[in-house]
């Protein structure tokens, strides 16, 4: 008997499901059609029979009609009154367009947008996928897009590719800073980063242009949609309105705990901080529903077809725009064991060049735009992965595909459940920030002091370690594009940022822009350039998450963890420098 060998596990079948359940399954399902689509159809109806703004609608008149009744008023009344009611008739009939003064982020509008996109989501995966979509790819596209790749890799054809795009990215920003000779500056942003990335980098020799060159692409593309195209910007401009109505729920919850006179106050640690435990909640919730793992799956595809890298690279990239450095790792956490040196640094540097949703509440009390924080995300999640390669190209080979990759799924039992555990978990988070924060300062506070003691033995006085990092970051944000009146202040808010953590930052910032120390398009591009956890303390935390993770492979973790910590930054400030030449000044008035 000891010396039979152990029978081989087969998966579990799941039960076929049983008629009754499928008869239940389709008629709620037709049932939340009818409703969806009822709903749509009695707000339509109420939206041209009563919307008052209806009324405003009046079209533009043309050189000949302001001519007609400029000699009408010339003749008698008779033929002034007749003019008059010919010259309403044009607005009565403007005024049936129902698009006429149309909100898009409010009210009827919004509500057009989620029907379009619930039915286009729900035709593509229900209907479309299934019978016409899968055989579509694996018939057409599938060697459609191998031959594509082949072809597009030849030495020639890439380079030639690369040299146009690249020379078409260079003309559009120097369009873009053809009156204001600032902007002008801020081209030299990147290419200074890309150049110290260069001169640093791991293997210089195996410099993967073409992901570095995809990836800066892709965010500068980013950056156009998000703050340069009217379409994109008010899309995001919407897209923060929402954010803080959204994260502003948060509030109440906190005044019921801690009270009016606490959240008035804002006191940092109680009111700010409720936000995380919201959000936290909010995330754990969708990942039960696998909400979450389907937007990270549809950005990680589009991240990895654009750029180039990695799966998991680009789904991490991906989940780094919702999640902290250390909960985006979880959602690829089965995989981080069989990871490339290179991989990892890519992981690392995404999770610096971002922020973490649960935190965004508390970088717009201190008056940051959520509008720009949203992009800033958006932007970095393709410059990280640029910079990443760039500092340490990939000489392995990746075990991880497409085909052998599967998002974890949650562990909860039920959505109160997950609701309970997202709570749990944010408790943890706001932890860690509140005990970063206090040890962070109060080092800083003591380095300052032993500086400023040192240069007062040598007769000079209010000199301080963050004076002097400052002093450092000085030319870097004025490579930003910052006007050179306001980069003491901001090269000042900027080595906060590096040295101690963007709380800090973001709320020194808030307190410039209120007291008007610093200009508007300044304040803009600082917004950007703080956006992310590029940090001592955020180092230490991002080490220990990953090594919880995967205890094997502290050393690599911490081999690379500091590389990561200085291409996270550049990818900021490289957003930074891009907003600088593509933010228009009625954008930031």
């Keep these: 008997m000891a010396d039979q060998e152990p029978a081989e596990e087969t998966p579990e079948e799941k039960p076929p499901r049983s008629k009754a359940w499928r008869i239940t399954y389709i008629v709620l399902h037709v049932l939340l059609h009818v409703i969806f689509i009822a709903h749509f159809i009695g707000a339509t109806v109420v939206f041209i029979l009563f919307d008052k703004e209806s009324d405003e609608c009046i079209p533009p008149r043309s050189p000949a009609e302001e001519t007609t009744e400029s000699s009408g008023n010339l003749t008698d009344s008779t033929t002034s009154a007749s003019e008059e009611s010919t010259s309403q008739e044009p607005k009565s009939s403007f005024k049936a367009n129902i698009l006429c003064k149309m909100n898009w982020c409010h009210g009827y509008g919004f509500l057009i947008i989620i029907f379009v996109i619930f039915y286009i989501l729900w035709l593509y995966y229900w209907v479309f996928k299934p019978y016409v979509g899968i055989k579509l ?35 559009y920003l120097g369009y873009e800073c053809r009156y204001d000779g600032t902007k002008a500056i801020g081209l030299l942003g990147p290419v200074t980063f890309l150049l110290i990335g260069f001169a640093v980098s791991k293997h210089h020799k195996r410099v993967p242009w073409r992901i570095v060159t995809h990836g800066l692409l892709g965010q500068l593309l980013l950056g156009i949609f998000c703050l340069r195209a009217p379409f994109g910007r008010s899309i995001f401009e919407c897209l923060g309105e929402k954010v803080t109505l959204f994260l502003g729920s948060a509030n109440y919850g906190a005044r019921f705990v801690y009270g009016d006179r606490i959240c008035d106050e804002y006191v940092f640690a109680f009111a700010i901080l409720a936000v995380v435990f919201f959000f936290s909640v909010v995330t754990s919730i969708m990942y039960y529903l696998g909400w979450m793992q389907f937007i990270l799956n549809a950005l990680g595809f589009l991240l990895q077809a654009m750029v180039g890298t990695t799966v998991c690279e680009s789904v991490n990239a991906a989940a780094n725009i919702f999640l902290g450095m250390s909960e985006s790792p979880l959602v690829i956490r089965p995989y981080i064991l069989i990871l490339t040196v290179s991989e990892l640094h890519t992981i690392c540097t995404s999770g610096y060049a971002t922020v973490a949703g649960t935190v965004l509440g508390a970088y717009v009390s201190f008056g940051a ?26 000489t392995e080979e990746s075990l991880t595909r497409s085909d052998n990759i599967q998002l974890e799924k949650s562990p909860d039992s039920s959505i109160l459940d997950a609701a309970a555990s997202g709570a749990a978990a944010a408790l943890m988070i706001v932890l860690g920030i509140v005990s970063n924060i206090i040890a962070f300062l109060a080092i800083m506070f003591f380095l300052n002091a032993l500086t400023e003691w040192t240069f007062e033995l040598l007769g000079l006085k209010n000199i301080t370690l963050l004076f002097l990092l400052a002093q450092v970051f000085v030319p870097i944000v004025f490579l930003m594009g910052v006007p050179w009146q306001d980069c003491q202040e901001i090269g000042m808010v900027v080595a906060e940022k590096s040295l101690i953590n963007e709380f800090i930052a973001y709320k020194h910032l808030g307190q410039l822009v209120s007291e008007h120390k610093v200009g508007s398009r300044s304040a803009s591009i600082a917004t950007f350039a703080l956006c992310g956890f590029a940090n001592p303390g955020s180092l230490g935390i991002l080490i220990a998450a990953l090594s919880a993770m995967a205890p094997a492979r502290r050393s690599d973790i911490t081999r690379v963890a500091v590389r990561a910590y200085f291409a996270g930054s550049f990818v900021s400030f490289t957003s930074a420098s891009l907003a600088g030449i593509l933010i228009q000044d009625d954008f930031i008035s």
Excluded: C, H
């Design 137 to 171: 790819y694996n018939n057409y596209l599938e060697p459609a897009i191998d031959k594509w790749i082949e072809f597009s890799r030849k030495l020639i054809v890439s380079g030639v590719m690369l040299l146009i795009v690249v020379s078409l990215a260079v003309a």
């Design 369 to 394: 735009s959520p509008a720009f924080l949203i992009a800033a995300s958006v932007m970095a999640a393709p410059g990280s992965l640029a910079f990443s390669k760039l500092f340490y190209p990939e």
